[in-house]
């Protein structure tokens, strides 16, 4: 393992781009994708151990937080965290600095993946992709630099009651949303889906994807279908669909990358 680890979690590929791009300014690190099973747990040989991972409804995916409460870090190790949002950070942040304390953490916004709520234009201030990639560029050499110099955040992350009460309620409207996945007859069996799914949620049955209740709503599945033949509600068939112009499927269904 190498002595920089980062652990991402991304369903559209905003977070693994920024995580990839930190890595490779930092001179190279492990990026664990933060998948099920959860594979790599031990990190205490790392010398920085971080975090990237996108805001859904209005917090970490519990995801992220289950897999930070089973990976241990070694006390001298350097920790650090970078959430993404569409507009606010959420309580992410706060929530995986109970788990592992954080000495440095940072906010940054890209594209909104969740296409049944808003269209990835949608991001607050409105900027276009690759305005948001350039940014990212910048924003990951900052990111970098700051890791690798060991920059602490004197700040506590940020906290607010009314986004700690959406993301209490989300796994409920997690779970609602995903009953509501529809597969058309447009899917050629392909199986990619089954391949992005962070849960192995999905699976192959008679040459088509059946989709299980089982959803971290990241949306994988829907965004990179290349045969757009997943939905859930109306509203997806109609708006154009988002992923990271940067990251593929191959790229984000695997499990270690190294940089
Ligand atoms: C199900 C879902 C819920 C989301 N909830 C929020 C939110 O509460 N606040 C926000 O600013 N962005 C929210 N977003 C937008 C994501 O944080 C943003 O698109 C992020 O860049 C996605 O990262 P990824 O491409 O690595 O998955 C949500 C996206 C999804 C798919």
């Not at 690798?148 to 993301?167: D, F, I, R, S, V």
């Amino acid at each position: 393992m190498h002595k920089n680890v980062i652990f991402c979690f991304s369903g559209t590929g905003n977070c693994l781009n920024l995580a990839k791009m930190i890595a490779r300014d930092m001179g190279g690190a492990d990026i664990v994708m933060m998948r099920r099973p959860f594979e790599t747990t031990d990190v205490r040989e790392a010398e920085r151990v971080g975090f990237v991972f996108p805001c859904f409804g209005g917090g970490a995916p519990e995801d992220v937080l289950t897999y930070a409460r089973s990976i241990r870090v070694s006390p001298e190790a350097y920790t650090f965290a970078v959430s993404m949002s569409a507009s606010y950070p959420g309580t992410g942040l706060h929530e995986l600095n109970k788990i592992i304390p954080l000495n440095y953490w940072r906010t940054v916004r890209h594209h909104c993946s969740c296409i049944w709520l808003f269209p990835h234009k949608m991001m607050l201030p409105p900027i276009s992709v690759e305005a948001a990639q350039k940014q990212h560029e910048k924003l990951a050499l900052d990111i970098a630099y700051d890791v690798m110099t060991k920059k602490a955040t004197t700040k506590a992350p940020p906290y607010n009651a009314l986004n700690a009460g959406e993301n209490k309620a989300w796994p409920m409207i997690a779970k609602k949303k995903a009953a509501a996945f529809r597969v058309s007859g447009a899917c050629i069996g392909c199986g990619q889906c089954a391949k992005l799914c962070p849960r192995g949620n999905i699976r192959i049955e008679g040459g088509k994807a059946v989709i299980g209740t089982d959803c971290a709503q990241c949306l994988s599945c829907l965004q990179y279908c290349p045969q757009k033949a997943i939905s859930i509600g109306k509203i997806t068939d109609i708006r154009e669909h988002y992923h990271n112009p940067n990251v593929t499927p191959a790229d984000l269904a695997q499990q270690v990358i190294h940089i």
